[in-house]
Nanobody, 128 residues
Framework: QVQLVESGGGLVQAGGSLRLSCASS????????MGWFRQAPGKEREFVAA????????YYTDSVKGRFTIDRDNAKNTVYLQMNSLKAEDMAVYFC?????????????????????WGQGTQVTVSS
């Protein structure tokens, strides 16, 4: 089992920044690919960003490219999502997720079904 706990959400003005963290416990963190997803009220959960188990490959949805950065610290069992230039449309509950490491296509990282473990989420609210 892998337990994931997100933190760092909150209220921010449009144009501002937040850094989300996701701390992992349980099985060896470095064995897992990690992803960030978000869900706004009335909408389906959508892919935001992902990072492979080594940290060398990252993936982003088009709407956050150039604004968000995912990275991981395997020594701290933590994955991060730095969010800059936040917009009203970024407002959602953000979830981190862990899936099996290894070689995967970019589409694999973007599919919620690829991930075995999920955190409880952290709310990001953007005021305009």
């Amino acid at each position: 089992q892998v337990q994931l706990v997100e933190s760092g959400g909150g209220l921010v003005q449009a144009g501002g920044s937040l850094r989300l963290s996701c701390a992992s416990s349980g099985r060896t963190f470095s064995n897992y690919a990690m992803g960030w997803f978000r869900q706004a009220p009335g909408k389906e959960r959508e892919f935001v960003a992902a990072i492979n188990w080594t940290g060398r490959n990252t993936y982003y949805t088009d709407s956050v490219k150039g604004r968000f950065t995912i990275d991981r610290d395997n020594a701290k069992n933590t994955v991060y999502l730095q969010m800059n230039s936040l917009k009203a449309e970024d407002m959602a509950v953000y979830f981190c997720a862990a899936g099996p490491g290894g070689l995967h296509s970019s589409n694999w990282y973007k599919a919620p079904g690829s991930y075995e473990y999920w955190g409880q989420g952290t709310q990001v609210t953007v005021s305009s």
